[in-house]
């Protein structure tokens, strides 16, 4: 059976304590250097294979300090503090001697209390089945890495025609399907365009500066999802000075919340 | 002049290359240990007065790793990368050899651009003169320390009366009132209760794991702003296995988005 390419893609090998080597993958390129939910699963990914890790993952900031050139990089991760069922993290990703991305995870170890959601799934979406696929002619590469099929807010033209809002609902897995773990989901809540981009249509230079992603998911209701769609939603909160916000939820096909996230980018316009 | 009880709390002294000296308030104590959102300000702080610090803040993500003990502690704020209009940190909390707090923070220049703004102020309030305040008796010091006029979401009794939702609307200020900063911005961001108690009516075992705070304001909006009331509102996302998330947004009188926050919390219930 063949590698998938986000297995490729987020392929470590030790390289000393708490030390691992990796490398950008030309199927998950952006428009300059590597997709950065890749980078965010990567991070992820460098703590899931330590040796001292505890438990599942509750939440990762990553900081893209610096772009990502192709290539070879090498990720740190170091337990900053173990308790009985909590872990906290320091992970460094640098390539040569320059830090390109810095971050920070909680990681834990859950048993089952009292549940609620307060957020409810968006309702009354056509099933991705009944939906066209969204193209990827002419986005980096990493688009084709997944099937999207947007309800709302897909781009299809940078047109300058501004947008009223910038909300995007769509269902999303990889391509070729693959089951959901920790690290792809990881990569998935970085999916969403530059809510930028979705308001004013045009193509501006941006990047994202810091992401955190919390995880709700644990490793039966990812296994329960296996390879199926799971529905994204993304919305823009404020756009000032040059940075904005925005927040994203992933949730599974029956209604499972899996995932929230809060990003902020820096754009020029 | 006396100087303000959260100066005090966020005094630092410098003691060595990226080290500062600090110790826990009586004033802004919390139930066991300090108040979360005063350590939250107190990462910030040793950013702000860093000789090397470029520019204000724009992110910032603390991990309370463990307990904090009321007496003195260390923090280190180090760059971790400078680039031309912003500059990334790593800040870790000690006391004696134990990691207590960790910490990242993206810091930029800004300059202006295109901005606006998804959400919208709560409208419909009543303005914080035709409010109560809501008493700090039998709480813990800290609330003492913000004079709060709930709109929505106070909690007056855990009677365990289960709430429908976990949504908190308030105007706080510092009490006594002292001119917005991006200290007490972070401080105000952490002054919402565990969604868990508001839902539930129940104290429970609970503490914020990691929060990350995203920061509008510029210098001249906080200079506006000045020590009137700022408008905050709250509410949780999903409840799930011993630990939630909670979204927060800090507005200006006037109708600006200040700060935004995303924090997860463990309880046990």
Chains 1, 2 share one sequence.
Do not use: K
């Amino acid at each position: 059976m063949e590698t998938h390419p986000f297995d490729e893609a987020i392929r470590l090998s030790p390289a000393g304590e708490h030390r691992f080597a990796g490398a950008t993958h030309p199927g998950y390129a952006n428009m300059v250097g590597p997709f950065g939910g890749v980078t965010n699963a990567l991070m992820l990914e460098a703590v899931l294979r330590h040796p001292r890790r505890l438990g599942d993952p509750v939440a990762l900031t990553v900081n893209f300090a610096g772009p990502v050139a192709d290539g070879a990089f090498e990720i740190e991760a170091s337990p900053s503090r173990t308790n009985r069922s909590t872990q906290h993290w320091w992970i460094t990703m640098r390539q040569g001697d320059a830090v390109v991305t810095t971050g920070t995870a909680v990681f834990a170890e859950r048993r089952s209390a009292w549940s609620t959601c307060e957020p409810v799934m968006p309702a009354g979406l056509p099933r991705p089945s009944d939906m066209p696929r969204a193209s990827a002619a002419g986005r980096p590469a990493w688009c084709a890495r997944y099937d999207m099929r947007f309800a709302d807010g897909a781009v299809t033209e940078f047109d300058g025609r501004e947008h009223v809002d910038s909300l995007t609902r769509l269902w999303i897995r990889d391509d070729p399907p693959r089951p959901l773990d920790f690290a792809s989901l990881a990569a998935i809540a970085d999916n969403f365009l530059p809510r930028i981009f979705v308001r004013r249509r045009r193509l501006v230079p941006v990047g994202t500066v810091s992401m955190t992603t919390y995880f709700h998911a644990d490793a039966a209701l990812l296994d329960a999802q296996a390879d199926r769609y799971v529905l994204g939603t993304a919305r823009g909160l404020n756009f000032r000075s040059g940075y904005f916000d925005q927040i994203a939820e992933i949730w599974s096909d029956s209604g499972e919340l899996l995932a929230t996230s809060h990003q902020v980018v820096y754009y020029r316009e």
